[in-house]
């Protein structure tokens, strides 16, 4: 959500900010600017939609400078026009771009109106490049920047230039994501550390209440005291060539593909000989798990679904009692939690607001024993801030939709199972069936992506529709319930997921002829009472789109049926295999509906404010 890029260098650096927008478009946003500064003067460049658009403006009248500042925006404060788009300035001396927001800012620009500034703009944003330049009237940039930054309430990171200061860049985090990018005789600020890895692989990662001074040849880090501090400087493995597309047409569908190679990377050195391998988890993390008594899941969006399916695999499995919440829900509810409960966290980026405001307040609850992160971005702020997390190794995913980091998610909440299992001194065939069905995953996962063609057929049938039910039994509800987001997010077409169960008592009053049902249908024991549910759609005339296990006989009719057979295999890592259908399925019909599959409307890839 959001996303900054700023260089000071000895060189023009107007394409190197531009070329780390580029890469940030994945995160989600409405407009995009730039301030260059040169020989004393800002130069700023901003438009409203998508990057192409102030690359169009660059290119009629360019912009060239040793410093500056880029900004994508995803809009909270002000629509997404051009003059709500960043960066906004003071007097065009002093630039500003921002991502989160800023909570106290009506105050502050009140009081800033008294004292006769104008503003431009609806966003909050503005206010803070006005408070600069007020405070300059009393002391230098540095410091001013520093005064009005520790006025602000709320969550943000901010870059900063000066015109008169022309090799200085001032930037701060609280909250939303922040890195300084080292190189040789240049530094570099961003919000993500692809935006800069054509440029360096070496990086500070900020803490909360960090402000980082850079120029050419130095980087001064100042804590939330305002003391001087060092922040480790860390080598980051990853190349350009990760974030391409590498011939397919979307990068959702090349993550797609990704998966078995993504799930068998997740597995790597963690499976050994039937059990899980000491290389899974710490010695010290394993003697806290032997005491848990209960889990409480945290999640957003996606990472909630797969927390929702380790439920049903930590009490059925392991029997560890579990409850999983919305993080947005969490920490307002004032929650009664049991002594001896393990807090785990899940979050593709690790930056996810919500995620990260319910874990630091998880931390002052003395209940928890400790707290656990499950993540796919080391170094995040999940990495760093929870006592012990688990990376998924899903590499870089940049479309929207998440697809690879769900599945892997899902294999490391399915090792941590099994962990559970064993710890929990469960049925050692059991066991060893487990680690079997997680050994022969990606390759399950390959042939499920065979089905393509199939359905592409079926999505051709459904493209026409305005809405769509979902539906699934016991560890499989929570996949309907992600086939029916990833439809929404990326078709626009209304979907919802239900326990079947559940559709008798509301959802069937919608089912006629133009309502197509998807069903999520394992070989397993609730597959009758899944089969009585899809008889009540068919006696109402409902279009059923059936995904079906076809190991053993599942006595589906397929005469009024439009049914895809595939091998899910194992009980175990059903729910996985089976969603990966159905993110073909939105794929597909997203693609015939034209809508922008990569950067879905409305959407941001990394939700970084409340």
């Known amino acids: 959500m959001c996303g900054i890029v700023a260089a000071t260098a000895n060189r023009n650096i107007t394409d190197i900010i531009v070329n780390g927008l580029k890469t940030l478009e994945y995160r989600g946003y409405d407009s995009a600017g730039i301030a260059i500064n040169h020989n004393g003067h800002l130069s700023i460049?901003?438009?409203?939609?998508?990057?192409?658009?102030?690359?169009?403006?660059?290119?009629?009248?360019?912009?060239?400078?040793?410093?500056?500042?880029?900004?994508?925006?995803?809009?909270?404060?002000?629509?997404?026009?051009?003059?709500?788009?960043?960066?906004?300035?003071?007097?065009?001396?002093?630039?500003?771009?921002?991502?989160?927001?800023?909570?106290?800012?009506?105050?502050?620009?009140?009081?800033?109106?008294?004292?006769?500034?104008?503003?431009?703009?609806?966003?909050?944003?503005?206010?803070?490049?006005?408070?600069?330049?007020?405070?300059?009237?009393?002391?230098?940039?540095?410091?001013?920047?520093?005064?009005?930054?520790?006025?602000?309430?709320?969550?943000?990171?901010?870059?900063?230039?000066?015109?008169?200061?022309?090799?200085?860049?001032?930037?701060?985090?609280?909250?939303?994501?922040?890195?300084?990018?080292?190189?040789?005789?240049?530094?570099?600020?961003?919000?993500?550390?692809?935006?800069?890895?054509?440029?360096?692989?070496?990086?500070?990662?900020?803490?909360?209440?960090?402000?980082?001074?850079?120029?050419?040849?130095?980087?001064?880090?100042?804590?939330?005291?305002?003391?001087?501090?060092?922040?480790?400087?860390?080598?980051?493995?990853?190349?350009?060539?990760?974030?391409?597309?590498?011939?397919?047409?979307?990068?959702?569908?090349?993550?797609?593909?990704?998966?078995?190679?993504?799930?068998?990377?997740?597995?790597?050195?963690?499976?050994?000989?039937?059990?899980v391998s000491p290389h899974f988890i710490s010695d010290e993390l394993e003697e806290i798990l032997k005491q848990v008594l209960q889990v409480r899941i945290i999640a957003c969006g996606t990472s909630f679904h797969a927390g929702l399916i380790a439920k049903y695999w930590f009490e059925s499995i392991a029997r560890v009692p579990t409850q999983v919440e919305i993080a947005s829900e969490f920490r307002y509810r004032e929650p009664v939690v049991p002594e001896k409960t393990l807090f785990l966290t899940i979050s593709q980026s690790g930056e996810t607001a919500d995620s990260l405001a319910a874990l630091r307040y998880a931390k002052e609850l003395p209940e928890f024993l400790t707290t656990l992160g499950i993540c796919n971005v080391e170094n995040s702020t999940l990495d760093r801030e929870s006592d012990y997390c688990l990376m998924t190794r899903a590499g870089p995913e940049i479309g929207v939709a998440s697809t690879k980091a769900l599945t892997t998610q899902m294999t490391v909440l399915a090792l941590l199972t099994l962990k559970f299992a064993e710890i929990n001194n469960c049925d050692k065939s059991t066991c060893l069936d487990l680690a079997k069905q997680l050994r022969t995953l990606p390759g399950i996962i390959n042939q499920a992506l065979l089905l393509d063609s199939k359905i592409q057929k079926m999505a051709k049938k459904i493209v026409v529709r305005d809405n769509a039910l979902f539906l699934g039994r016991g560890v499989h509800y929570p996949i309907a319930l992600e086939g029916a987001l990833k439809l929404k997010e990326i078709s626009y077409i209304h979907a919802e997921g239900y326990p079947a169960g559940e559709l008798k008592h509301g959802p069937l009053a919608l089912v006629d002829e133009t309502m197509p049902v998807i069903a999520v249908c394992p070989n397993d024991k609730l597959l009758e009472k899944l089969k009585s549910n899809i008889e009540e759609v068919r006696a109402r005339g409902g279009e059923l789109f059936v995904f079906v296990d076809h190991t053993g006989d599942h006595g589906l009719d397929e005469a009024d049926t439009h049914l895809i057979e595939f091998e899910a295999t194992g009980k175990f890592t059903s729910p996985i295999v089976f969603n990966i259908p159905l993110q073909l399925l939105a794929y597909h019909v997203a693609l015939l509906r034209g809508t922008d599959v990569d950067q879905p409307r409305n959407l941001a890839k990394s939700v970084t404010v409340e």
């Open 45 to 275: 460049r901003k438009q409203a939609g998508k990057l192409v658009n102030l690359i169009t403006q660059l290119e009629s009248s360019p912009v060239s400078g040793i410093s500056g500042i880029g900004h994508t925006r995803w809009a909270t404060h002000g629509e997404p026009t051009s003059s709500n788009a960043h960066p906004h300035d003071s007097d065009q001396k002093i630039a500003v771009v921002h991502n989160g927001i800023i909570e106290n800012y009506l105050p502050l620009k009140n009081m800033l109106i008294t004292h006769g500034y104008e503003f431009k703009s609806d966003t909050d944003t503005e206010t803070l490049v006005h408070l600069i330049h007020y405070y300059m009237g009393k002391y230098d940039f540095s410091a001013a920047c520093h005064k009005a930054l520790r006025e602000l309430d709320g969550a943000y990171a901010v870059a900063i230039t000066y015109s008169a200061e022309p090799d200085k860049i001032i930037a701060a985090r609280k909250g939303s994501p922040l890195i300084v990018g080292r190189g040789k005789d240049e530094n570099f600020i961003a919000s993500d550390v692809q935006a800069l890895i054509s440029e360096t692989n070496q990086f500070h990662y900020l803490e909360d209440g960090d402000i980082v001074e850079i120029t050419t040849d130095s980087c001064v880090i100042y804590d939330e005291d305002n003391k001087q501090v060092k922040r480790e400087l860390k080598t980051v493995e990853l190349s350009a060539e990760d974030l391409t597309k590498e011939g397919y047409d979307h990068y959702m569908l090349k993550e797609i593909h990704e998966q078995p190679t993504a799930v068998a990377n997740t597995l790597e050195d963690r499976l050994f000989d039937g059990k």
